[in-house]
Each structure stands twice: as structure tokens, then as C-alpha cells.
């Protein structure tokens, strides 16, 4: 896509990646892009680059405005692999700039790059850069998403440049929300910024509730939000306001079951929790963890107020899959959810167990006792299956009723 103008003299000029399905491990398979926008002022600033592989399609979109030589100045907001691995080509051509950035983002760079010959004016928070008509002012946003995080606003536009906080793992030839309706819909939107926060962004609620706090108490006006990710916000207010109900642990009264089966004995059970679910007027979700990316399990049970983990017992451990969904789980520490276990097993059991210890570990509300069964559920079983799931159901709405 060409470059775009995004506010007056700010301009888009990223690039669509439509084939990455796996960002580091996390499986998109909606593709993404990495945003990068350049100010065509008095003096010509660039905010962050793109992934090494599209460093020639920003390069394109920059030369459709101007020769890269006239850079004055480039801000590096954020410095993992996505945004900067393109700055070596791009200092390559405009030497002389003057490269902006946090001091642990110094510290970083140096490892990727030799910046020995390169200009580098480390920023804090409320330090300000003129670019002739516009004031750029940098807000430090540790671990939002690496401890050299910062946002940049531009105060004469309203904008806040928000590398990895607001995006979504998207690509779309929309470049706003307010035009994302023709492939897509909102609610593929909406489910993209869940997507996102789940999956990066779980662990740093309580930080991202302070940092919104603090942008608040800078009594700045925002009426765009373009992070390095997806779709730019020309309404902020609704993505900031689900960032907040996300952060605050809202989710909706609904319970994924996610699982594993080796000879359909767990699977079997499903059927019935789901009626007891149902039978305690809540609504459930099945996920089979070999049919499912990690990612999407995570953010369905990020969705939801309670999750239900079922694990045959293999060599008295949980099965792999189980095992390795909530290792991932374990290490975004989820918050404000309510889990229980259930499984088969032949002869000795564990998986349950094991589950349970997880959940422990990550400090998560369990309903206990989980449920097992020998070999296969019999009729009584699948009895105590679907009471096992009523319980569940009545506690979940319990549970729910406190936030
Ligand atoms: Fe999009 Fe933390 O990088």
C-alpha cells in the first residue's frame, strides 16, 4: 500500500505483511503490518521502522515524499525486531540524523547495531522535540511492551504515535477504524485488539491502567491513536476504554472448555459439562487444543469469566498440549478467572492434579474437586459430567457477580 496522509503532514508509510502467521510463536492468522509514519516539517522525522524483510517497502513509501537523505531526525519508540531492524538501511542513506530514544532503548540498540558513528540524544518522559510546526513530546512506557517502550504525541495533532500498545496483529488495506467495513467487519476488529491484549498485553493490566492514568494527568487531548500495529484510531476513546475493562478484568459470563483426547474418553465427557453448563444458564465454548492455534485458546478464555481444562493422563502427567497451553497461560498471568479440570485416565491418574497445580501456581480461583474418570465415562459418569458442569456454572455466575 502507498504511503498515506494520516494528519496534516504526517504521513503512514509502513508496510502490509499479509503472510506472517507466526510472530514469534504467536500465530496470526490475519497477517499484520508494521506501521512506521513520517512528518514532513521544516524538519523531517521519522517514527519507527519496520520489520528487516520490508525495510525496501518503507523505503519506497518514504521516497514517494521525499529523498531519505532529508531525514533530520528518527524516533525509535521501540526497539524489538518488528520496528527497528530496518534502521541500519535506513541510516545508511540520512547518516546524520538524529536518532531519539529511551536510555534502556540505547542499550539495546547497541546490541543490535554498531551505532558508534550515529547521533543518539536519549528522551524522558515530557522531554519535547520541535520539528519546525510541530511539538513532539515523548511519554517513556516501560514494558509496554519491552522496558525501552515510549509513546510519542504530537501535540499541535492530537496524535499519539503508540508503537505496541493499542494494535492488533491485522492486515488490512484499511489503514483507519473508521473505514474498516468492507472485508472485514468491526467485530473482526474488536476481536483483534482482544487477540492482541491477550496474547502480549495480559500481564501489564495494572501498568497499563497507570500509564492511561498518567497520559490522563498530563491533560493532553488525544483524537488519534496510531500504534505500530493494524488499524490507526480516529475514535481512541472506545480502544482506550477497552484497554481499561480489559485491565479491570472485564470478561463475559461464558466458559470455553479447552482439552485434549487420545482415544476420545475426555472428549466424551464434553457433551455432558456442556449441558450442565447450560442447565446453569451459562454458555460455553469447546476448544480441542491439536485443532488450535494457542493463541486463539488464550484469547478465548481471556473473553471469558471461567475456563474448564480437560486432560487425559498420559504416563501420569497431563497430555503435551495441555501441559504446554498452560505453560503459555501461566507466563501472560491471567487475572480475575475462574478455572476447574477434568479428564480420563487408565490406571493411575495425574492430569487433573497437575492442572490444579497450575492453576495454584498462577495464583487463579480453582473449583474443586476436578472430575476424573476410568478409561470411559459409563452412564453415570456422564450423569456426574453434566452435574460436574452445573456446579461449575453456578460458581462462574457466583464468581462473575463480584465484578
Ligand atoms: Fe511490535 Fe513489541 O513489538
Not at 118 to 136: F, P, Q, R, Y
Not at 335 to 347: E, H, N, P, T, V
Not at 368 to 387: F, I, N, T
Request: aromatic residues 10%.
Amino acid at each position: 500500500m502507498n504511503a498515506m496522509e494520516i494528519k496534516k503532514d504526517i504521513h503512514w508509510v509502513g508496510a502490509i505483511d499479509w503472510a506472517v502467521r507466526d510472530f514469534h510463536g504467536y500465530e496470526t492468522p490475519r497477517g499484520t503490518t508494521y506501521n512506521n509514519y513520517l512528518i514532513m516539517d521544516k524538519e523531517i522525522t521519522l517514527l519507527d521502522t519496520v520489520k528487516h524483510d520490508f525495510a525496501e517497502v518503507t523505503l519506497r513509501n518514504i521516497r514517494s515524499l521525499t529523498d531519505p537523505s532529508k531525514i533530520k531526525n528518527v524516533v525509535i519508540n521501540h526497539i524489538e525486531n518488528d520496528h527497528s531492524t530496518s534502521l541500519g538501511k535506513i541510516m545508511e542513506l540520512c547518516p546524520k540524523a538524529t536518532i531519539y530514544l529511551t536510555e534502556k532503548g540505547k542499550k539495546g540498540l547497541d546490541k543490535f547495531f554498531n551505532t558508534s558513528a550515529w547521533d543518539i540524544k536519549i528522551v524522558k518522559t515530557g522531554d519535547t522535540l520541535s520539528t519546525g510546526s510541530k511539538t513532539l513530546m515523548f511519554i517513556e512506557t516501560p514494558m509496554l511492551h519491552w522496558p525501552d517502550s515510549m509513546m510519542t504525541y504530537i501535540k499541535e495533532d492530537r496524535l499519539l504515535i503508540s508503537q505496541d500498545a493499542f494494535g492488533q496483529h491485522i492486515a488490512s488495506t484499511s489503514r483507519f477504524d473508521s473505514g474498516f467495513a468492507t472485508c472485514e467487519s468491526m467485530t473482526t476488529l474488536d476481536d483483534a485488539v482482544v487477540d492482541y491484549y491477550a496474547n502480549i498485553l495480559m500481564p501489564f493490566g495494572q501498568l497499563i491502567k497507570t500509564k492511561i492514568a498518567e497520559i490522563q494527568k498530563l491533560g493532553i487531548e488525544i483524537d488519534m491513536i496510531a500504534p505500530d500495529h493494524g488499524i490507526i484510531w480516529s475514535d481512541p476513546a472506545k480502544v482506550i476504554q477497552m484497554y481499561l475493562d480489559m485491565a479491570n478484568g472485564k470478561a463475559k459470563l461464558c466458559v470455553p472448555i479447552i482439552y485434549d483426547t487420545m482415544w476420545h474418553s475426555t472428549e466424551d465427557m464434553i457433551p455432558h459439562i456442556v449441558q450442565g453448563l447450560a442447565d446453569a444458564g451459562v454458555d460455553s465454548k469447546v476448544i480441542k487444543l491439536r485443532a488450535t492455534p494457542y493463541s486463539i485458546a488464550i484469547k478465548e478464555l481471556w473473553k471469558s469469566r471461567g475456563a474448564i481444562i480437560g486432560s487425559p493422563t498420559l504416563n501420569n502427567l497431563m497430555y503435551p498440549t495441555v501441559a504446554q497451553f498452560l505453560h503459555i497461560l501461566k507466563g501472560l498471568r491471567p487475572k480475575d478467572r475462574i478455572m476447574a479440570a477434568f479428564g480420563s485416565y487408565g490406571w493411575g491418574g495425574g492430569a487433573v492434579k497437575g492442572a490444579y497445580e497450575e492453576f495454584a501456581k498462577m495464583k487463579l480461583e480453582a473449583f474443586e474437586p476436578g472430575l476424573e474418570v476410568m478409561y470411559k465415562p459409563s452412564a453415570q459418569e456422564e450423569e456426574k459430567s453434566r452435574e460436574f458442569g452445573r456446579q461449575f456454572g453456578e460458581k462462574v455466575k457466583e464468581y462473575h457477580s463480584r465484578y
